[in-house]
């Protein structure tokens, strides 16, 4: 009789549930003139947060930028480009470092939001091309926002996590698992990729295969390294 392999605990360990109750929520574009009331830790996410307020007292989240602090006013939708300003990309110059970028309008921002990561725009025509952080380029529709600036928090991978136990919480805290394991370097108990005598069977597997054995490339219509 087998053990229950990881992939089965996923979903119902404690050991792989998100703790999104320690969560502030998801950081979005409020309209208008916003106060920064505060900067806040977010438990889960690389960078901090600003807890702003617009005129009518609605209150909201945003991702800090670096530079700002309590009191200062930032405005979203039109007005100068200043860090922490939040404009459409087509109202902003090229080379300018830019964060959180909305992949569609009204999205609330979806690219460059780990800290000390930015963008900038490459050219501007009918489409805004953008070099992400990754250096690859992809093209907005000019109507998505930006934030103006770079995320706060940079050099944050700069100071080492010297323990297991910190790397562990940290990881934790981001609803990932760790250490893990290499199925292959597991007993043939506990999973099907281990033993000694399983070495270099097939990683695809059937779409209904029973779960004790559903790891791998399940149900892939292709293999390996793409060809150029």
Known sequence: MGKVIRAQKKGKSPRFQVPSHRHLGRPSYMEGSLVIEDIVHATGR????????????????MIAPEGVANGDTLVVGTGEVKPGNVLP???????????????????????????????????????????????????FNVSCRATIGTPAGAGRKDKPFVSAGARHHYMKAHGKAYPTTSGDKMNAVDHPFGGKTKKGIPKTVSRHTPPGAKVGSIAASRTGRKKK
Request: aromatic share 6%; proline share 7%.
């Open 89 to 139: 990309l087509g109202q902003i110059p090229e080379g300018i470092p830019i964060f959180n970028i909305e992949a569609q309008p009204g999205d609330g921002g979806s690219y460059a939001r780990s800290s000390g990561s930015f963008a900038f725009i490459v050219s501007k025509g009918a489409r805004v091309v953008v070099r992400l952080p990754s250096k690859k380029t992809r093209e």
């Open 46 to 61: 690389n960078t901090p947060l600003l807890e702003v307020r617009n005129s009518g007292g609605t209150k909201g989240l």
